[in-house]
T-cell receptor
Framework: DTGVSQDPRHKITKRGQNVTFRCDPISEHNRLYWYRQTLGQGPEFLTYFQNEAQLEKSRLLSDRFSAERPKGSFSTLEIQRTEQGDSAMYLC??????????????FGQGTRLTVV | TQLLEQSPQFLSIQEGENLTVYCNSSSVFSSLQWYRQEPGEGPVLLVTVVTGGEVKKLKRLTFQFGDARKDSSLHITAAQPGDTGLYLCAGAGTASKLTFGTGTRLQVTL
């Protein structure tokens, strides 16, 4: 297993277009997280899944954002009608379920979105 | 809402100096993790601390978890240019969702 994989690494899109990002977690990890990070800031939580169930969504996740993890493996994050304020690094992470050292989250390299 | 404040926000030091980064919260965390992130990349896990008062060493890096599990520190001895990056602490609450600190940007110059 090579770790958490995100695709694409970079995306430039015009305002108003839809974009979709993919995340492939570490295979034995039940939990998958999406975070957003703007320049110079720490990552902000967007949503997370336990297997295929989406358990929590942040207030940051407006109606234009939707995330899925249909088979409990890979996940997609879609942003509809992109706005310039959506420009950020979108990070995916995965972890095991139970508390303690097993909740260490491992991150992918991120998808850098630029909305022009 | 669980918040983690890191200090300092920025640190520019010369090679060979020592430094300490602090991560503070009013909330208790079941575990706390430290990450380092380089520009354009995702955060890379450095260490996880779980027990109050725990101290972990990773070569020149020493991590400490506060007795009450509300705060943590990262001490770097004899900093090197390769230590340059954004250092992030992240706390895991009861739901195991990570809450990240505000980050400390470290620049180590020759």
């Amino acid at each position: 297993d090579t770790g958490v994989s995100q695709d694409p690494r970079h995306k430039i899109t015009k305002r108003g277009q839809n974009v979709t990002f993919r995340c492939d977690p570490i295979s034995e990890h039940n939990r998958l997280y999406w975070y957003r990070q703007t320049l110079g800031q720490g990552p902000e939580f967007l949503t997370y899944f336990q297997n295929e169930a989406q358990l929590e969504k942040s207030r940051l996740l407006s109606d234009r954002f939707s995330a899925e993890r249909p088979k409990g493996s890979f996940s997609t994050l879609e942003i509809q009608r992109t706005e310039q304020g959506d420009s950020a690094m979108y990070l995916c992470a995965s972890s095991l379920e139970f508390p303690g050292p097993g909740t260490e989250a491992f991150f992918g390299q991120g998808t850098r979105l630029t909305v022009v | 809402t669980q918040l983690l404040e890191q200090s300092p926000q920025f640190l520019s030091i010369q090679e060979g100096e020592n430094l300490t980064v602090y991560c503070n919260s009013s909330s208790v965390f079941s575990s706390l993790q430290w990450y380092r992130q380089e520009p354009g990349e995702g955060p890379v896990l450095l260490v996880t601390v779980v027990t109050g008062g725990e101290v972990k060493k990773l070569k020149r890096l020493t991590f400490q978890f506060g007795d009450a599990r509300k705060d943590s520190s990262l001490h770097i001895t004899a900093a090197q240019p390769g230590d340059t990056g954004l250092y992030l602490c992240a706390g895991a609450g009861t739901a195991s969702k990570l809450t990240f600190g505000t980050g400390t940007r470290l620049q180590v110059t020759l």
